[in-house]
Each structure stands twice: as structure tokens, then as C-alpha cells.
């Protein structure tokens, strides 16, 4: 059950709490058009893996995830290669490292790897790219039937849960549209925080590497202190002390 992996950034600081290692698993079946990492999104590309070797290698960092830190395993989605995912989260817990999984509940699992994966998660950073099914086809090219049965199963077992949202102007930056989310949030338990996250364009030059189309070409990019504001207005009871 060996894993492909994209990358491993030993120091991040962004993907879960305290210092983490973060896990980039290759292989999406989305495509959401505002990714920044279309590089991520093949199967079976990158480095080869077993669950074994990879917890050998965090082991090593152990020392900096006494912040609170741990291992977050992410891509391109870490649901698509639930039987790796699976075996790396059961070995790293039983090494003592906090585990934490950054998706976006599109995978190819049964319910019970997903059970699987989720009791030996920690905390969960869900990505929500949209609570209305028909924008959700719209941003991501898939239906939404799959991240929401996943979402069930994470609910049904109380898994401590991140939401995370991207703010991209003029698709998901209305203030109808992050009531609505509000109330979808507020609709969830377990929520512990929400991240509203500024739309970037830092990935642009890999869809002209790629010679792929980006469907926002002329989106400009969201102003942070804007998206901070907005995080404040509707999620302040969620936002980070
Ligand atoms: S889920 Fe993540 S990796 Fe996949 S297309 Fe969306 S933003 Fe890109």
C-alpha cells in the first residue's frame, strides 16, 4: 500500500496548529478554479512510499512539533489513496504525533476507510468550496454528493473539525453568499474555527507551464485585510484568539 507523495514542507506554520510537517499526496478529482496547485493533480506521479518510511521520516522532527504541531497530510486530495493515508495516520498517532488531514472530503473510499481514516485523525481542515450543490459543480467540476457523504461519516463521529473557505471576488465574496456559509457552519458540530482565505494568484504560471486554461484570468486577487474584515464580521465567534 505504498503512497505517492508530491512534496513534504518540514516547517509549515499554516496547515493546522503549531509547527507541522505537511504531507502533499499527489492525485485530485477536482478542479477547482481557483487552485493554485494544478501540479498536484495526477495520480500515481512523485515520490513512492510506504506508510512505514514516511512516520520514520516525521519521527525526525519531533523536537518542533512540541508547539502543538504534528504531521497535516494534504495535496492535491489525501482521500484518494485512503489505504496509505489510512496506515500513515495509524503509525504516526502510535508515535505520538498529533495527525491532521487538509481536504476537501473528495475521495475514492468506502465508508469504512473513511471510519478508518478518521479515528486516527485528530482534527480535520475542511475545505468548503461551496454549500449550494449547483455553485459547488460550477467552482469544482464535480457534483457534491461525495464530500457530503464524507462530512456525514466525520460528523457521525464528532471529529474535530477546521473549516476553511477561499474568498475570491465576485464568486464567493458577497455578503449573501458568507451569511449563507455562516449558516451552513452553524448547521455543523465540532467546528472549532473557520479561515476565510484570500484568493491568490501565485499559481497562475503553472496552468502556462501546464498549457492548461485558468478560467480566472481576470479575477483580481483578494485584498487580505478585506477577507480579515470579513472573517470578523461573520466568523468571529470561529476566529482564532
Ligand atoms: S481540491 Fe485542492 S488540489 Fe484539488 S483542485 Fe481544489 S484546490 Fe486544487
Known sequence: MDGYLHSIESMGLVDGPGVRSVVFLSGCLLRC??????????EGMGTRISPRQLVDKLRRFMPYYRSGGGVTFSGGEPLLQPEFLGEALRLARQAGIHTCIDTSGVGRAEDGQYREILANTSLVLYDVKHYLPDEYLKLTGMPMDETARFLQIAQEMQVPMWIRHVVVPGLTDGEEHLAGLRKFVDGLSCVERVEL?????????????MKLAYSLADTPVMNPDVCAGLQKKYFAEYTAK
Open 197 to 209: 482565505l484570500p484568493y491568490h494568484r501565485l499559481g497562475v504560471h503553472k496552468y502556462e507551464t
Open 33 to 42: 478554479r481557483y487552485c493554485h496547485n494544478p501540479d498536484t493533480w495526477k
